[in-house]
């Protein structure tokens, strides 16, 4: 993408008027995708972006500019806005030597997407279409998406660093809409990975379209969703997204450097029931969260952040590891060569326990089982947290009885984490999310054993 | 450091029109070309955190022919860049099914609203004014209260945004606009107790910004949930304030998009005429209205934007369209194309939508409500809200009325309805009608028989 000499020199430039640290991350990214509507291909869309963005770090301040001019002269520009903007003072010539590694790959990609016909692409959607439409006459609308993307990166900065990624990601969703007596629902499904084409291969796109069509089916049978607090199992696998809210966004370095998590100070403290032990793992191909370098040129690494219910650590960036004089945990991630590099997570789970996942129903008199899980949100300066359901069930007598409506489920972290008394011996991941924080979108993993959580306020509208 | 000139807007739309000039017999041929500067400081503990530059520019082009539309973009104006990313474009459009309806934009006659939503001060504004303006919101935040633990965000951001379409069925359009903005957000604490509120100001001037407001904003809103508790569940009237107003006209305008409603992916479809909430709602989307965030005198496909009254006196009236749904539902574009930068396709959608303010202060509909909850901030609006089903189920916090008056505080609750009964439920509207940086403005609204879950 750029020639080793150029990029030295711009490095070197970047830290000509001052400066302790310079970066550049540069990144050329394809991706193509296809959508199908309403039983019509719509539209296949292809993106091209490419550029590098210089970060100059002096003192407490960060100084970073971008360009899409990968040539010496549009990098020394960026690198000089950069500098300016850190304000470094002192000066005078510094010699950076890069040493260039080759980290692991966490995945082996076998068919690179860009070798498929895009009728191939196509073809797999109207096959999804056709499955989903199969699977009762009730399913009304579908919509069919694939998406895949390769993002090459090279990074090095004055430390010597100097890495090279070739990440490959692919993925399909499907989204149903059924119409029944009581209105209309709606069901979706998605796979995904850091893999190429081969994904469809391991992953039947027709199984994937009856599991959102099924979904939306059994949701016109739904009732409204309590209005209380109850005992919650959530099934494995969809689950995940409640310990990245519930703590993993908490136990991002960045909010703990600012005092603004609640999980701050707590390092070696019990903040989680004993049969919790947490891990983030960016070496975990082939999880929509895998890497082999983070976007700071950091190999990927697994961390356990909860054993056994007792705090181990946090994730970390360069920036903030540094303040700490300790090493960076691979959590330094950003959305694109626009964007500052942040602390964040990968692949984020719960490992299993010793439970049978049919018992932890069964000794649950009367509470809620979640099947599948949305999205959600954090506040982790406060520790509440929010997250939805989108296929869930009411448990009576210690059977999984009732659908129920789409809700919101409301909880603070660190008590939810002492809540859940069952964790299944069984375990899964989750489907590909996209993670938000200030702004920057990045893929991340999520997964977890079947488990129940004793309380949890469920947000429906049923006394 | 400072926003250097931007090149003139003639150039982007002299690409365009390049590029839309190159449609062979049989096509159609649309470009929209951008360019953007943006920069943001953000401070922490008396410091300068972070200082970024950035500068981005990029087309996206849809080719149509035989009824099959293509798209592709990308991230640069350089003419090898654009050449590929035509070339893409039409061979993408070679995959799709035909489809009648399809096609880009035609002169409608409509005139543009002629809108100055450019300021030549905030390019002339220098950095080192933005870093003390940022400085001085994080001082004022931590001089609010005393109870004030933390100060975060704090900082400022400003952007100038030009963009122009063009197609070889002779639309030409361009805009461009600036905007500025400080944010902060504060944690507020009382021993173990921590809540946080967020403050900001936008404008398209540094002298639009209030930091004031802005400062005692935050302070206020983390303060005043100090002390909150987990309440009983029960049902009751929820008072929304304005921001929270502005969310849920934003979820309204996804049921109110006409390419969802001819999709059978909204719940008003087939409702055009009925009563869809109370006689005193009116909700307008309004673009051509320059005091609003989501101001412009042109949409997505380059099409004039004009005023669209949707529900009017709480009856459907009608839906947003752009070129496709409109033609698809035997109508004419509303001038209501929306798209998300150069990578997105255009879609319909609201750019400025608002509920015609009533005659009550927000005190005055405290009163009137007696007892219920006012609504101070809402979580999980993506997870919990579902614009095909209605299903409304967010996190919230905020402060209990009693007796018509505020009185405690609550936290870690989530209310709960549908947007086909909330809209029915709304039992009054204010007056206090809030420019917000959002595709929709907000007013006090209270809503009845909204189910609060808490303990």
Redesign the interface.
Known sequence: MIDGDVVQRVIEGALRSGGDFAEVFAEDRRSSS?QL???????????????AGIRVVS??????????DLSERGLLEAAK??A????GGGGGVRTVALQRTHPPAPTTVEVAPETVA??AK?ELLRRADEAARATGAAI??VSAGYGDSRRQILVANSDGVYVTDDQVRTRMSVAC?A?GDT????GRESVGGTVGFELFSRHQVEELARAAASRALT?LQARP?????LPVVIAKGSGGVLFHEACGHGLEADHIA???S?FAHHMGDTVASPLVTLVDDGTMGPEWGALAVDDEGTPAQRNVLIKDGVLTDYMWDWLRARKEGRPTSGNGRRESY?H?PMVRMTNTYVLGGKDDPDEIVRQTPHGVYVAQ?????V?T??G?????TTEAYLIEDGRITEPL????????GPEVLRNIDAVGNDFAMGSPGTCGK?GQGVPVGTGQPTLRVSAL?????A? | ?SVSETAGKGDLLALAVEVAGRARDGEQIEAYAARGRDNEIQV?NG????????????IGIRVVAGN?????????LDPD?VD??LA??R???G???P?EWVGLAEPDGVAAADLDLWRDDLASYPTADKISRALELERAVRAGDPRI??V??AGWGDSAFESAVATSTGITSSGRRTTCYLTVFA?AGDGDD???GYGYSVGRSPADLDLDEAASDAVERATRLLGAT?PA?T?LTVVFEPRITSTLLSILAGTLNGEAV????S?FADRLGQSVSVPALTLVDDPTDPETFGAAAHDAEGLATRRNVLIDGGVLQQFLYDTYAGRRAGKASTGSAVRGGF?G?PGPGARALTVVPGTASPEEIYRQVGDGLLVQSV??I???V?P????F???A?GVLIKDGALDRPV????????LQRMLQGVSAIGSDLTILPSSATGVTLAIDDV?????
Request: proline share 1%; glycine share 12%; hydrophobic share 30%.
């Open positions: 296809a509507d309403d039983g019509k291909i719509e539209d296949l869309s292809s993106g091209r972006e490419r550029g003192g407490e301040t960060t100084g970073f500019a971008h360009t899409s806005v950069a300016e903007a850190a304000r895009k009728a196509v009304r609308q809409v119409l209105g209309m629902q709606t949701k969703a309590p209005s209380a607090t600012k005092e603004l609640v626009q500052l899980l949305g999205g959600g949100q506040n300066a406060t509440d947290f929010v997250f939805g409506r789409d809700a919101n489920l409301i909880g603070n200030n306020t469920v947000g429906g509208t006394r | 450091m922490f410091d300068i955190e972070s200082l970024s530059s950035a500068e981005s520019a990029g099959r539309q293509g798209f592709a973009y990308a991230g640069s860049v590929d990313a893409e474009a061979d993408n459009a995959f799709a099914t489809d633990r933390q975060d965000n944690a921590t809540q946080t987990k569940s049902r001819l999709k059978q992916r719940l990578k396709r979580s999980g993506h997870s919990g579902n095909i089903s209605g299903d189920s967010v996190g916090e936290r870690e609750i989530t209310i709960a309805s549908t189910s609060m879950s808490g303990t």
